[in-house]
């Protein structure tokens, strides 16, 4: 597990823009990736073969003109970690194809109608290059920034 990073005590620090947090670990075998080499990061982690999506875990749901129902959340939870650790590096970009075949058998799995996730898979396919991009990485956010504390003048920015 990686370091906590103790951050200013008068000040938070966030990222905004998810729908969902898992509030109990999930593992998923993977059909797609097993060949892949164990690999950790704070949010989620690659064992064996499986993937293991740690509590707390924030994502956005599926992406796109649609709407997040039992047959598509855990399919796109799972292709949500997988492409944050394709931006973070830990799996190559070329594995993109995998992982979206991986989206489209969990969608299959969980009952999802062909039509349906044939577009969901489509969509995936054309649209998923800019969501790899390390640069598509939710950015940290800081609380507050460049105010004065009246309570305390210590804290005023140089």
């Given amino acids: 597990m ?33 060949d ?4 950790e990061n704070e949010y989620s982690k690659i064992d064996g073969g499986v993937l293991v999506i740690f509590k707390y875990y924030a994502w956005d749901g599926c992406s796109g003109p649609t709407r997040d129902t039992d047959t598509n959340m855990r399919a796109g939870l ?7 650790m394709i ?8 594995r993109k194809a995998d992982i979206d075949k991986e989206f489209r058998e969990i969608c299959k799995q969980d009952g ?10 489509r969509g995936v396919e054309v649209f998923g290059g800019s969501s790899i991009d390390p640069d598509a990485e939710k950015k940290i956010k800081i609380a507050p920034i460049g105010r004065k504390c009246r309570w305390m003048p210590e804290l005023e920015p140089a």
Avoid: N, W
Wanted: with cysteine; charged share 20%; net charge positive.
């Fill in 2 to 34: 990686m370091t906590p990073i103790i951050a200013d005590r008068y000040q938070i620090y966030y990222r905004e823009g998810y729908k969902y947090v898992l509030t109990r670990s999930h593992s998923h075998r993977l059909m797609f990736l097993r």
């Fill in 36 to 39: 892949l080499p164990d690999c």
């Fill in 78 to 84: 799972v292709h949500d970690a997988l492409y944050q």
């Fill in 87 to 94: 931006r973070l590096g830990l799996i190559p970009a070329y």
């Fill in 112 to 121: 999802m109608a062909y039509l349906r996730r044939a577009a969901f898979y």
